[in-house]
């Protein structure tokens, strides 16, 4: 998958991989915790959906979430505990969207608007997309830091496939977190956040209609489907 980044931030996106690790600490002694959904049911999720119903459900052991067309419908659920440092992985086939449409796939950590780590995927503005050089079977993912500090960085990738996300939480030696965020496996972005254990994060799966990404309100009923969700803490 060739993977073409574009920062919106003037903050460096990434280091070098023996840098960025050179500094972390994980903890030693402590059973780790994971977590594994798979969507056969929704036990330890809830609903979080705004300005909409619950436009999703269970389908062949995927959750399949969805927007209608002229609407500012945002599907959303999130996990009932909230999680701190780890890796955090989700699984989800990425459709063709409509074109131009404000619809957003999201795959996201939350803990209010100033603590925010967000994959988001769209078809993205003729702007944006032209300034990736994005092709006509090209989709746009942005991975973000919303706030302390904010980041937010652009990549292509193509509609029709499975996708899987990683968001990585360590922790410096300063008690801090590291994000880095993942496609495939293969680093995209990275940030130093400036806070650290004391916030834990609601983990998110979505389906949005959102202004940021398109060029006006949905055409089309757009989707995502969500075949896994796992944490793995440190």
């Not at 402590?30 to 929704?42: A, C, G, M, V």
């Not at 389906?207 to 489907?225: C, K, R, V, W």
């Amino acid at each position: 998958m060739g993977l073409t980044l574009f920062s919106c931030s003037t903050e460096e996106q990434y280091t070098n991989e023996n840098n960025e690790n050179s500094n972390f600490e994980r903890p030693s002694g402590n059973n780790p915790i994971t977590k594994n959904w798979e969507f056969n049911d929704l036990n330890e999720w809830q609903d979080a959906s705004q300005n909409s119903s619950a436009n999703y459900y269970l389908e062949n052991g995927n959750l399949k979430m969805f927007t209608n067309p002229n609407t500012w419908e945002r599907t959303k659920v999130k996990t009932t505990s909230t999680f701190g440092a780890g890796t955090y992985t989700w699984r989800v086939y990425v459709p063709e969207m409509g074109v131009g449409d404000m619809s957003s796939i999201g795959a996201f950590l939350y803990k209010d608007d100033t603590h925010e780590l967000d994959f988001e995927i769209g078809y993205g503005s003729e702007s944006t997309r032209q300034s990736l050089n994005a092709q006509a079977d090209d989709l746009i993912a942005y991975m973000s830091s919303q706030a302390n500090p904010s980041q937010f960085v652009q990549t292509t990738i193509k509609r029709n496939q499975w996708y899987t996300l990683t968001i990585e939480l360590s922790l410096t030696s300063n008690n801090r977190y590291f994000a880095k965020w993942k496609i495939d496996g293969t680093t995209v972005a990275s940030k130093q956040l400036n806070y650290g254990t004391k916030v834990k994060f609601n983990v998110f799966c979505s389906m949005e209609n959102l202004t940021f990404i398109g060029d006006h309100i949905p055409l089309s009923q757009n989707y995502a489907l969500f075949d896994s969700v796992q944490y793995l803490s440190y």
